[in-house]
Structures are given as C-alpha cells and as structure tokens.
Nanobody
Framework: QVPLVESGGGLVQPGGSLRLSCTAS????????TAWYRQAPEKQRELVAL???????NYADSVKGRFTISRDNAKNTVYLQMNSLKPEDTAAYFC???????????????WGRGTRVTVSS
C-alpha cells in the first residue's frame, strides 16, 4: 500500500490556483515533518515547501509569497495551496513525510507517487 497519496493536480492557466493534498494511507498512524517536492522534465527534484509536526514552515525562494503549506493532523493530510501559478511551476509534485506507524514506533521516510501540475495558456 502506497503510504502517501497526492491529489489535486491538473491543468491551470498562468495566474490561477490549485490546492494539492497529501493524505496518509490507512496503515500510517501519523505524519511528522512533511514536505512537498517537485520535478520538472529533465530537471532534478527540488524542495518546494516543508512543514514540521509543530507547524513551522519553510519555502523555496521561487514560491515564497505564492504557495502555502498547511496540515490537518486529524485527517493525516498536508496541503499545498498554490496561487499565482507560473509556467515554470509545471512539474510533478511529490509528498514526502516522516511516517509513523504507531505510538512509540520510529518514523520512516515515505513518499507518494506524485500528482502532475501543468501551468499553460
């Protein structure tokens, strides 16, 4: 079972908005620090945004002021609100988290399979 499932990607015009979701599968007890990465064709995967278990956030310079990462611990879900999208935001977006399978169990790094975002007119 894939530990994380991303959704919310799609085609949007420049200047538009999308909200991505990253939801833990049923065998994941909780998400600790969680990040969104993206990978454009023929480019390396890059960190977009990070949120700690305490809610502190950090962003890549290229998305500061446009993207917002947030979390709903009750739903084991992390969101990425993307506003003022640009063609250069086109990429596959992946969720990465320290996943815990139960109280007292050490977290492990888990990934989703990604969701594609295309910004084009």
């Amino acid at each position: 079972q894939v530990p994380l499932v991303e959704s919310g990607g799609g085609l949007v015009q420049p200047g538009g908005s999308l909200r991505l979701s990253c939801t833990a599968s049923g065998n994941i007890f909780s998400l600790k620090a969680t990040a969104w990465y993206r990978q454009a064709p023929e480019k390396q995967r890059e960190l977009v945004a990070l949120i700690t278990s305490g809610g502190s956030t950090n962003y890549a310079d290229s998305v500061k002021g446009r993207f917002t990462i947030s979390r709903d611990n009750a739903k084991n879900t992390v969101y990425l609100q993307m506003n003022s999208l640009k063609p250069e935001d086109t990429a596959a977006y992946f969720c990465n988290a320290d996943c815990s399978t139960g109280p007292g169990w050490p977290p492990y790094a888990c990934w989703g399979r990604g969701t594609r975002v295309t910004v084009s007119s």
